[in-house]
């Protein structure tokens, strides 16, 4: 088992997304979802970047243990996880949706959903995230989770280095700093979803 770190720009319950009783990471962190293996941990610290989280670093955001690792397409297709298809017109639940992209019979390039990770009228420099998100063809699922989201417990000073600087993850050596950070997100103590994302109030993303 190996604990990876990594700091978030934003939060808006889509990467990850915490809902219908399964915390997915199926978009964003291309590093983390190539490497995690079943029984890592992953957490996610609110990031001090001036656009995105700043204004609650060094809030843990979410932490999640893997137990499957699915293929876009076992994603589509797995019924467990229809409510995650994204609604972009619906309530902010569904509108954060991550179960989007899969192959048609027949077609080798990739289909997706209108999602927080493409809108029609948006511009795609180099493919946009729809070509990073599937650069990875690997998602992490776990309902073994606790997300806080904007209300995240925070961590001390002594504790900012078992994170990386600024991007990328990391993976923290055993020892009792990384103990004391287990200890202090919960980690033999999933307790599901207990907050709103963060970014559920930019008018960038959600009206009103």
């Not at 004391?180 to 033999?188: I, K, T």
Request: charged share 25%.
């Amino acid at each position: 088992m190996v604990t990876r770190t990594y700091r978030m720009d934003h939060d808006l319950g889509f990467a990850p997304n915490p809902y219908f009783g399964w915390c997915s990471l199926a978009c964003c962190m291309p590093q983390i979802r190539k490497s995690a293996k079943l029984g890592d941990i992953i957490i996610g610290l609110a990031g001090a970047g001036k656009r995105g989280l700043r204004r609650i670093h060094p809030q843990i955001v979410y932490w999640m243990r893997v137990q499957e690792i699915l293929s876009f397409d076992e994603y589509w297709t797995d019924p467990r996880f229809i409510n995650k298809t994204p609604r972009i017109n619906g309530p902010k639940i569904r509108m954060v949706g991550d179960r989007t992209y899969r192959h048609e019979p027949n077609d080798p390039d990739w289909s997706f959903e209108r999602s927080m990770h493409y809108m029609p009228n948006a511009p795609q420099t180099n493919g946009g995230h729809v070509a990073k998100d599937t650069k990875v063809d690997r998602l992490l699922l776990s309902e073994d989770f606790t997300y806080w989201g904007g209300i995240g417990p925070t961590i001390p000073p002594h504790l900012i280095g078992l994170f990386p600087n600024p991007r990328g993850q990391k993976c923290p050596s055993e020892g009792p700093l990384l103990n004391e950070l287990h200890d202090l997100v919960g980690v033999h103590a999933p307790k599901g979803v207990t907050g709103d994302p963060a970014d559920w109030h930019n008018l960038k993303y959600f009206k009103g």
